[in-house]
């Protein structure tokens, strides 16, 4: 998807840059003026959202009670794992999870053993994932964090700065997640729906909605996420991609894509840097909480006043 004008610095305005090869300057002309626009709409949405206020609606809530770097990583891998289907019903979930690990989860997970521990989660389960496939989740995340000490640190033993985004490196994590011996769970190594539903990869073409809002709260260092991760640029970041960013990218223009996959993940963001290259992600957050909240509906969606800009034709 390319917008038809380009930002030349953060405190530039947009300049119209017609396609290669138009017939239809006029045309292009109006959707310069559109894009343009948008851009400004897109930002003034930014500028003016509440993110403290909508907070308490999203799971980086969890993360944010805690004050060792350690304990945000650990709390929000687990907080991320379980953010999706409706928001109403993920969090006690989450909630439930974290409780059982007290003050110090990083603690909790990194010395977890199944046999003596197991019987804290006796009961909690959500959707695909059953009582045992939590056990397995929260086994796999230990085994990680004794290996490389942190998510951090196993996340960049995969990444490359020649990387374009964080695909590569977040395959390279969930394969070796993936690799771990669930005997100790399962009784037999074996990887059921509801542990492999933890952890989708880019490489299987999942949009990876949960592991993506994980490093947006992890290396993006503006508004409520946290950037304790170091090194790696903002701009790589993969917009979490979910039913809301969806329907929006598909209205304004960003994506003409019909699945929701790393496909259309990739798209949305690489139209998400026209707008800011250094921070594309920047408009993630409210525009998911747009849907999450209500206001965008289909029976509200004459009445936005980002529609009226959008790029599709």
Known sequence: MRLYYKIVSASSKAQWSPPVGSEKPESAKLEAVAAKSLHESLDALYKGYDFKGRVRHDPIQFPMKYKRKRDIEVSAFIAASFAYGRVDLFMPVIDRVLSIMEDRPYDFVRDFNVGKKRRLFQGIR???????????????????LNEYGSVEKAFKRFYSKKDSDVGNALSGM??????????????????????????????????????????????????IDFGIWKGIPKHKLVI??????????????????????????????????????????????????????????????????????????
């Open 174 to 223: 969930i394969e070796f997640i993936l690799s771990i011996n669930t005997v100790p769970v399962y009784g037999r190594d074996i990887k059921p729906h509801g542990v492999l539903q933890f952890f989708p990869s880019p490489g299987n073409r999942s949009a990876c909605k949960r592991a993506n809002l994980f490093l947006r709260w992890m290396i993006r260092d503006r508004d």
């Open 126 to 144: 959500y959707r695909f994932n059953d009582t045992d496939d939590i056990v397995c989740l929260v086994y796999m995340l230990s085994v990680l």
């Open 240 to 313: 979490p991609l979910d039913a809301h960013i969806a329907r929006v990218s598909r209205c304004l223009g960003f994506t003409r894509r019909k699945s929701a996959d790393w496909k259309m993940a990739l798209e949305i963001t690489s139209a998400l840097r026209e707008l800011d290259h250094e921070d594309p992600l920047k408009y993630d957050f409210a525009l998911c909480h747009r849907g999450i909240s209500g206001v965008c509906r289909a029976e509200n969606c004459e009445k936005c006043e980002l529609k009226r800009w959008s790029l599709r034709t």
